[in-house]
């Protein structure tokens, strides 16, 4: 059975700092690219980053170009979404998706390459 479970969500105030992570297990992680994405209210989900098999290829929306860093431990099956200089924009549902088998230095952009997702995490960020 498949599950990705992310946590570390909460309400912080702007320019506060988080950690999200997502922890996976019933397929091979250390074969599949990884995303985070969000969705705010009344919005669609959209792109934040995602990584590489080997962690060393990373992309990012240019919203959060230079705040926010995704990182991976193979050996954990986890995945981390660090995030700086956190605004109320930012505010969302946080999800971590799976791209089972790709290759390697590959990485996904969009929601509908990904085939595993978790539940989400809310990160709240007040002014």
């Known amino acids: 059975q498949v599950q990705l479970v992310e946590s570390g969500g909460g309400l912080v105030q702007t320019g506060d700092s988080l950690t999200l992570s997502c922890e996976s297990s019933?397929?091979?992680?250390?074969?599949?690219?990884m995303g985070w994405f969000r969705q705010a209210p009344g919005k669609e989900r959209e792109f934040v980053a995602t990584?590489?098999?080997?962690?060393?290829?990373?992309y990012y929306a240019d919203s959060v170009e230079d705040r926010f860093t995704i990182s991976r431990d193979n050996a954990k099956n986890t995945v981390y979404l660090q995030m700086n200089s956190l605004r109320p924009e930012d505010t969302a549902v946080y999800y971590c998706?799976?791209?089972?088998?790709?290759?390697?230095?590959?990485?996904?952009?969009?929601?509908?390459?990904?085939?595993?997702w978790g539940q989400g995490t809310q990160v709240t960020v007040s002014s």
């Open positions: 998706a799976a791209k089972r088998n790709t290759g390697y230095g590959v990485t996904y952009l969009f929601i509908s390459d990904y085939d595993y």
């Open positions: 019933g397929y091979t992680f250390s074969s599949s690219c």
């Open positions: 990584i590489s098999v080997s962690g060393r290829q990373t």
